[in-house]
């Protein structure tokens, strides 16, 4: 009577004892990274959405017009887009005579956006948005601002400052050029608008100074300490906040949240990804999503590049 002896276990590279741990370290990051930026992730959730949706958390009365009641006015005789398009190929035929021009059948003409209008009355600002392609429109009533800019020094509006220091700036951009190997005559543009910020007062009274270097305009506002913006506008501000300022201020501190919020949703991936793989009943059916999520993105992914290549925004 022989006995098969089990073969014997070999000894993985990696502890069992020290991988739980690990994993453990890794649930911990996972977690508490979570529980401190929480409030970044419910301000980017939610005025994510604000920003894709105007009608959501609005400060606006938004009121809706059917397409029937603006049947009879001027609205009925705007082209669909492709009329318009025709137009517009007419156009380039009668200004171009010496080239071919045709529409890509493949490709229907698309509008990009509502047409937008604005109104002021007295405090209360009106939008009306038209949409081209069912033809109605919705118009929005906003309340007044109760924090609103009130200029002082409104006999001021552009400043010459001897020697300007814009053209100080322009004149070191050859130089900056030539350190880095570059050498150009080409003719030197502006890029963005660079402002000097600071307070002051006129009269007594507290004011707010905003220099624009490249064209020497000023805005003098009086300056109670609040920042001018309704909510909802605050908020989405908050959202599209970008970039850092060469001085260290609380924008600058903002911007470095932005930066841990985007480690964080990496990191999130990641020990999620990690977490989801340790629970063996969930591998199949996670492995499923995963790959109907890789393939969903993949095809958004090129059906966005194909929407920019075509339209040009």
Known sequence: MTTDKAPPRTKSRWPRKSRSKALMILRRVHL??????????????????MLNHSGLFPEAEISRVEASKLADSAWANFPDGAELAEQVLAAMRKAAPDSTIEVNPDQA??????????????GTRHAVHLNPVDKSAWVAKFPENHEPFEPALKEIDRLQIAPNPFEIAKQTVPTALNHTGIESNGKIEPLGWCKLNFLAKVDDTPVRVTYVLRDGHVDITKYTGEDGYSPRAFFVRLHTSHGQPPHWNFRRIWSLFIDAMAIAMVTWGVTGLLMWWQIKRTRLLGGIVLSLSVVTAATMYYGMMHFYATTKL
């Open 32 to 49: 508490y990274i979570g529980l401190f930026l929480l409030p970044w992730v419910f301000l980017y959730g939610a005025t994510g959405a």
């Open 109 to 122: 003409p698309e509008f990009t956006n509502d047409i937008a209008f604005e109104l002021k009355e007295g």
